[in-house]
């Protein structure tokens, strides 16, 4: 049974609920559900603790980011096997991508904030300078996706910043956050710095409504993110949204073929496609279209299934396959659900699926799905392929793959996404500003832009007397 973490212990309250091994579908564990007073009580605890968390100098609030980074490397294998149990994500995936990144998160936030300067004017006899002051109380709500990962890319700036924080994970993927709560005790993390709270979108939605909440940051879908922005408009809360994605991949005839049809089996199938930055819409030359599209849906019957991480997620991602036929798409591969015949039958997998003959005026074609599918469709023109990219209500990623320099420049600065990748997928450095436009999000988080939303400035300003002639 996994409780709640609040004040540094933890907090066996509320009724339990299920959780299930999306591999198998089996029940793998029990988990208290957070009530208002849990709720009431997390936030609490951490309004308790910030003050003298906010007045610690910054370069000790470093030195907990890099203890915390040490905790998660001496439970790295507690995570690994929390991460696959709750998401069914392959072992290799965990070891390389998830846990390390937490691990990084920390250890680069720590030295971007102790290395970060202060601004200063000087003109005509008056001295102004900026310090920055936390927000104080931080609600981070984390998806079921990259649980850890996200967790602690919130995590790690907010706490550096001098906020406390309370973590409300999904309801889907508790294992890490849990684990990671015995890392702050075994840390010594002064109590009340990070509260851990579970339960489903009404325990989430009690945390951001909270008066003493003073900020929220969420990374889901748009729609959640909408109710989320509307229920804090009354108070002002600073939010930083990373939303829903329907995001390009545009492929122009002068690629290197064979480096395009892999990067773009990694953009579109990595983790069953539930990722915020997985291509969903595949723009390809005309003069390259057939010889892509052949060579992509073989590849996709190689790629190993990846559970979805819910019987109901699995049912939403088969819907869009039936939807993508009821409207005249073209099945090149995939489209069902795989059939293993083991234990892997009762889980929530669906097939790597590649379609194409799709209006871009199609469901299909406007709507997030998050799974292992991707519509491909020919362009002629590179006017054209930026139209395409851009006639989306969605603007988080896009992908670009060409030899030509000029070209590679042209395009990525007119495309409509907050990142952009040019032959390649998914390489981030942790300094670059993350997060997208329109339906994708508000705000962005990464290297200093984190800092700068999980704190806010004051300016101070002194008039210099001149001395006596």
């Given at each position: 049974?996994?409780?709640?973490?609040?004040?540094?212990?933890?907090?066996?309250?509320?009724?339990?609920?299920?959780v299930?091994?999306?591999?198998t579908?089996?029940?793998?564990?029990?988990?208290?559900?957070?009530?208002?007073?849990?709720?009431?009580?997390?936030?609490?605890a951490a309004?308790?603790?910030?003050?003298?968390?906010?007045?610690?100098?910054v370069?000790?609030?470093?030195?907990?980011m890099?203890?915390?980074?040490?905790?998660?490397?001496?439970?790295?294998d507690?995570?690994?096997?929390?991460?696959?149990?709750?998401?069914?994500?392959?072992?290799?995936q965990?070891?390389?991508?998830?846990i390390?990144?937490?691990?990084?998160?920390?250890?680069?936030?720590?030295?971007?904030?102790?290395?970060?300067?202060?601004?200063?004017?000087?003109?005509?006899?008056?001295?102004?300078?900026?310090?920055?002051?936390p927000?104080?109380v931080v609600?981070?709500?984390?998806?079921?996706?990259?649980?850890?990962l996200l967790?602690?890319?919130?995590?790690?700036?907010?706490?550096v910043?001098g906020?406390?924080?309370?973590?409300?994970?999904?309801?889907?993927?508790?294992?890490?956050?849990a684990?990671?709560?015995?890392?702050?005790q075994?840390?010594g993390?002064?109590?009340?710095?990070?509260?851990?709270?579970?339960?489903?979108?009404?325990a989430?939605?009690?945390?951001?409504?909270h008066?003493g909440?003073?900020?929220?940051t969420?990374?889901?879908?748009?729609?959640t993110?909408?109710?989320?922005?509307?229920?804090?408009?009354?108070?002002?809360?600073?939010i930083s949204?990373?939303?829903?994605?329907?995001?390009?991949?545009?492929?122009?005839?002068?690629?290197?073929?064979?480096?395009?049809?892999?990067?773009?089996?990694?953009?579109v199938?990595?983790?069953?496609?539930?990722?915020?930055?997985?291509?969903?819409?595949?723009?390809?030359?005309?003069?390259?279209?057939?010889d892509f599209?052949?060579?992509?849906?073989?590849?996709?019957?190689?790629?190993?299934?990846?559970?979805?991480?819910?019987?109901?997620?699995?049912?939403?991602?088969?819907?869009?396959?039936?939807?993508?036929r009821?409207e005249g798409?073209?099945?090149?591969?995939?489209?069902?659900?795989?059939?293993?015949g083991d234990?892997?039958d009762?889980?929530y997998?669906?097939?790597?699926?590649?379609?194409?003959?799709?209006s871009e005026?199609?469901?299909f074609?406007?709507e997030?799905?998050?799974g292992p599918?991707?519509?491909?469709?020919?362009?002629?023109?590179?006017?054209e392929?930026v139209?395409?990219?851009?006639?989306?209500?969605?603007?988080?990623a896009?992908?670009?793959?060409?030899?030509?320099?000029?070209?590679?420049?042209?395009?990525?600065?007119?495309?409509?996404?907050?990142?952009?990748?040019v032959?390649?997928?998914?390489?981030?450095?942790?300094r670059?500003p993350?997060?997208?436009?329109?339906?994708?999000?508000i705000?962005?988080?990464?290297?200093?832009?984190?800092?700068?939303f999980y704190?806010?400035?004051?300016?101070?300003?002194?008039k210099?007397?001149?001395?006596?002639?």
């Amino acid at each position: 049974m996994l409780t709640h973490f609040i004040g540094g212990q933890p907090v066996a309250a509320g009724k339990a609920f299920p959780v299930h091994d999306p591999a198998t579908g089996a029940v793998i564990r029990q988990v208290h559900e957070a009530d208002p007073e849990v709720v009431d009580r997390a936030v609490r605890a951490a309004r308790e603790a910030a003050r003298d968390w906010a007045a610690m100098p910054v370069g000790e609030r470093a030195g907990w980011m890099r203890r915390l980074a040490e905790g998660i490397e001496a439970r790295f294998d507690d995570l690994v096997a929390a991460e696959i149990a709750d998401t069914g994500k392959p072992l290799d995936q965990t070891r390389t991508l998830d846990i390390p990144r937490g691990i990084a998160n920390f250890r680069a936030f720590a030295e971007i904030a102790a290395q970060r300067p202060e601004d200063a004017f000087h003109l005509s006899g008056i001295l102004s300078y900026t310090i920055r002051k936390p927000l104080g109380v931080v609600a981070v709500v984390v998806p079921w996706n990259l649980p850890f990962l996200l967790m602690t890319w919130k995590l790690a700036p907010a706490l550096v910043s001098g906020n406390t924080v309370v973590v409300k994970p999904s309801e889907q993927t508790p294992g890490s956050a849990a684990v990671f709560a015995e890392i702050c005790q075994e840390t010594g993390l002064p109590p009340g710095v990070v509260n851990i709270i579970f339960g489903y979108g009404s325990a989430g939605q009690l945390l951001v409504e909270h008066p003493g909440v003073d900020a929220v940051t969420f990374t889901g879908s748009t729609g959640t993110g909408t109710a989320i922005m509307k229920s804090v408009a009354d108070r002002v809360k600073p939010i930083s949204f990373e939303l829903g994605g329907k995001n390009a991949g545009l492929v122009f005839e002068d690629c290197d073929l064979d480096k395009a049809v892999e990067g773009t089996v990694r953009s579109v199938f990595t983790n069953g496609g539930q990722v915020c930055l997985c291509t969903e819409r595949m723009y390809v030359h005309r003069s390259i279209f057939e010889d892509f599209c052949v060579r992509l849906a073989v590849r996709a019957q190689e790629v190993e299934p990846q559970p979805m991480i819910s019987a109901e997620h699995r049912e939403k991602v088969l819907s869009y396959y039936a939807l993508a036929r009821s409207e005249g798409a073209k099945v090149l591969a995939g489209g069902s659900v795989p059939v293993f015949g083991d234990h892997r039958d009762s889980g929530y997998f669906v097939e790597p699926t590649v379609v194409t003959g799709l209006s871009e005026w199609s469901r299909f074609n406007r709507e997030e799905i998050f799974g292992p599918v991707c519509h491909v469709a020919p362009f002629d023109s590179e006017a054209e392929a930026v139209d395409l990219a851009n006639g989306s209500e969605y603007g988080l990623a896009a992908t670009l793959w060409t030899t030509n320099l000029d070209r590679a420049h042209r395009v990525a600065q007119r495309l409509e996404a907050g990142l952009v990748w040019v032959n390649t997928w998914y390489l981030r450095d942790l300094r670059t500003p993350f997060g997208g436009v329109k339906l994708s999000g508000i705000g962005r988080e990464g290297g200093t832009r984190s800092l700068d939303f999980y704190s806010e400035p004051t300016t101070i300003t002194i008039k210099l007397e001149q001395p006596d002639a």
